[in-house]
């Protein structure tokens, strides 16, 4: 059997490895170490179509041999049905081996980030309660994030006002280049 895949900082590089690991096992079939890391890995990467196959492919002995790798999965599940709380109760309620741990407070990070994110995207106000199971921190903790980024929390409602996300530039084209190219699109018409 390979050598299981050490822990780097670079988790893209880490993810190519697992998978040369899997491809190149003997029999097709990876050590439990490597389909954990290469799960985690796809979870990280929010890659829920590769996650799922992998899942799927993976010998049934396996999965019932190895309660990380199972754990692992529940992760995945609770990100599949968009589960935030869930997700971080997850995480936290498992005690991660060497080799996964990182790629599991990295996935923790990701989903706070992105959560953040949609909170901004889609809310004028939340609740705080509601704000914290969100994002996985207690109450206190995460109106003092959320302060600190800026944004509003009032305690005497307990509501949180997120800071709209500034919107991408526009890229504007040079009139000339524009009219360039309505000429171009005329002249195609007519033709």
Same mark, same amino acid.
């Given at each position: 059997?390979?050598?299981?895949?050490?822990?780097?900082?670079?988790?893209?590089?880490?993810?190519?490895?697992?998978?040369?690991?899997?491809?190149?096992?003997? &029999?097709?079939?990876?050590?439990?170490?490597?389909? @954990?890391?290469?799960?985690?890995?796809?979870?990280?990467?929010?890659?829920?179509?590769?996650?799922?196959?992998?899942?799927?492919?993976?010998?049934?002995?396996?999965?019932?041999?190895?309660?990380?790798?199972?754990?692992?999965?529940?992760?995945?599940?609770?990100?599949?049905?968009?589960?935030?709380? &869930?997700?971080?109760?997850?995480?936290?309620?498992?005690?991660?081996?060497? @080799?996964?741990?990182?790629?599991?407070?990295?996935?923790?990070?990701?989903?706070?980030?992105?959560?953040?994110?949609?909170?901004?995207?889609?809310?004028? @106000?939340?609740?705080?309660?509601?704000?914290?199971?969100?994002? &996985?921190?207690?109450?206190?903790?995460?109106?003092? &994030?959320?302060?600190?980024?800026?944004?509003?929390?009032?305690?005497?409602?307990?509501?949180?006002?997120?800071?709209k996300p500034d919107p991408p530039p526009v890229s504007l084209v040079p009139n000339e280049q524009q009219l360039a190219r309505l000429t171009d699109y005329v002249a195609f018409l007519e033709n």
């Amino acid at each position: 059997m390979p050598s299981a895949v050490m822990m780097s900082d670079n988790f893209d590089k880490l993810l190519e490895q697992c998978e040369t690991q899997e491809l190149e096992a003997p &029999g097709g079939i990876a050590t439990p170490q490597v389909y @954990s890391q290469l799960l985690a890995l796809y979870l990280l990467h929010n890659d829920m179509n590769n996650a799922r196959y992998l899942w799927k492919r993976i010998p049934q002995a396996i999965k019932t041999a190895n309660p990380e790798l199972a754990a692992v999965w529940t992760v995945g599940q609770h990100i599949w049905q968009r589960d935030f709380p &869930g997700i971080y109760t997850a995480i936290a309620a498992y005690q991660w081996t060497e @080799s996964i741990g990182p790629i599991m407070e990295a996935l923790q990070e990701s989903t706070r980030r992105r959560a953040y994110g949609l909170v901004a995207q889609a809310y004028t @106000s939340i609740m705080a309660d509601d704000f914290a199971a969100f994002v &996985g921190y207690s109450v206190e903790d995460a109106v003092k &994030g959320v302060v600190s980024q800026g944004w509003q929390a009032d305690p005497n409602t307990r509501m949180v006002m997120p800071q709209k996300p500034d919107p991408p530039p526009v890229s504007l084209v040079p009139n000339e280049q524009q009219l360039a190219r309505l000429t171009d699109y005329v002249a195609f018409l007519e033709n």
